[in-house]
């Protein structure tokens, strides 16, 4: 398969932890990486590869993968996260990129 | 810093051909990235459109391979798309992109093509 699937919506408690999944074939082999993109905004990078946030995106931001799953972990999520989430990795010939349908997150 | 910018027409009749084209400053695209493009319909989600290195070797998302072209300047340090006939589907918010192995690292801050007649 050449697709990677989300939770259209999840919703978090101001200051709790809050898990955005991402599931694909290609993510056996290949880490996802996340954007976060606010109304009118471009994405932004928030996590990618095994272990790596970009500079100055917040720590509270993690990722991690479980045979074919990505997931974002926002531990204490703020105000400021509430946004709309995409996973993306490559297909299996590494060469297509792939996008997620993006998961709204709405902080309460 | 790396920086990006999308630049074209902002308004495209049916069936005409839509170009855009990628100025990147603050470095250059002959050193070791590919860079793409991808779009958004209005309230929808990401969709890659394809990438180039600055070689030339390009990969193009199947499903629009067939009215898609990305080519590259290196002299302008810049990268263009061409997308033929398009149809009120093709509406959507224009990025490029630069592409490492894993990821789209920076983009540009996207610009809005509608077609319409």
């Known amino acids: 398969s050449s697709e990677l699937t989300q939770d259209p919506a999840v919703s978090v408690a101001l200051g709790q932890t809050v898990r955005i999944t991402c599931q694909g074939d290609?993510?056996?082999?290949?880490?996802a990486c996340w954007y976060q993109q606010k109304p009118g905004q471009a994405p932004v990078l928030v996590f990618y590869g095994k272990n790596n946030r970009p500079s100055g995106i917040p720590d509270r931001f993690s990722g991690s993968r479980s045979g074919n799953t990505a997931s974002l972990t926002i531990t204490g999520a703020q105000a400021e996260d509430e946004a709309d989430y995409y996973c993306n990795s490559r297909d299996i010939s590494g060469n297509h990129v792939l996008f997620g349908g993006g998961t709204k997150l709405t902080v309460l | 810093q790396v920086e990006l910018q999308e630049s074209g027409p902002r308004l495209v009749k049916p069936s005409e051909t839509l170009s855009l084209t990628c100025e990147v400053s603050?470095?250059?695209?002959?050193?070791?990235?590919?860079w793409g493009w991808i779009r958004q319909p209005p309230g929808k989600g990401l969709e890659w459109i394809g990438n180039?290195?600055?070689?030339?070797?390009?990969y193009y998302n199947p499903s629009l391979r067939s009215r898609v072209t990305i080519f590259v300047d290196t002299s302008n340090n810049q990268f263009s798309l061409k997308m033929s006939s398009v149809t009120a589907a093709d509406t959507a918010i224009y990025y490029c992109?630069?592409?490492?192995?894993?990821?789209?690292?920076?983009w540009g801050q996207g610009i809005l093509v509608t077609v319409s007649a």
């Open positions: 290609s993510l056996r082999t290949f880490y």
């Open positions: 992109a630069r592409s490492a192995y894993d990821r789209e690292d920076y």
């Open positions: 603050g470095f250059s695209i002959t050193t070791g990235y590919y």
């Open positions: 180039i290195f600055h070689s030339g070797t390009t």
